[in-house]
């Protein structure tokens, strides 16, 4: 059974820092696409951004509203996707979600989701 | 980036009803598109991607349609169940766009 279990979640000041991890298991992670989508209290989802597997180059793709400041990053020997978040501003407030198709599949829509971790900014 | 427009953001429908959203993209997006349910609390779950391909597991009443910048979703018979929020989002290119939801309510 695939599982995603986000975890780092909290309340950050403005300004501040955060890294959210996404633990994975139940599939092949080394060789699947994942990607953060967010949610604002009340609003719609965002996508937050993408890391291809390593065997596919490794590479990472993110909107203009977190370009720059968002660093998705992974390791693979423990299963394991990383959400790096700097420069926080209030509006980065939402839950997170990481999201996946599965192993070799590099579709851009998802089937598997974790449960989601509440980021807070908040002075 | 493509703007993705969903209508009508809200919807009110009885069990048994049949129902469509309508989701329009400002540029052709050919047929990348899914769509997903979302109830409170709880992560996204997609049932339609490609347009019109049904996800494994997912009932059969839940339909799309469409290719190009209009797309829909039909649920043919509405069941208790659906009460839900529906997204569609494109994965045509980067960045990965949703619609802004539209919320289905009973009447």
Known sequence: EVQLVESGGGLVKPGGSLRLSCAASGFSFSNAWMSWVRQAPGKGLEWVGRIKSKTDGGTTDYPAPVKGRFTISRDDSKNTLYLQLNSLATEDTAVYYCTTRGAYDSSGYWGYWGQGTLLTVSS | ?107
Not at chain 2, 16 to 33: E, F, K, N, P
Not at chain 2, 73 to 102: E, H, M, R, V
Request: charged share 15%.
């Open chain 2, 1 to 107: 980036d493509i703007q993705m427009t969903q209508s009508p953001s809200t919807l009110s429908a009885s069990v048994g009803d049949r129902v469509t959203i309508t989701c329009r993209a400002s540029q052709s997006i050919s047929i990348w598109l899914a769509w997903y349910q979302q109830k409170p609390g709880k992560a996204p779950k997609l049932l339609i991607y490609k347009a019109s391909s049904l996800e494994s597991g997912v009932q059969s009443r839940f339909s799309g349609s469409g290719s190009g910048t209009e797309f829909t979703l039909t649920i043919s018979s509405l069941q208790p169940d659906d009460f839900a929020t529906y997204y569609c989002q494109q994965y045509n290119g980067y960045p990965y766009t949703f619609g802004q939801g539209t919320k289905l309510e009973i009447k």
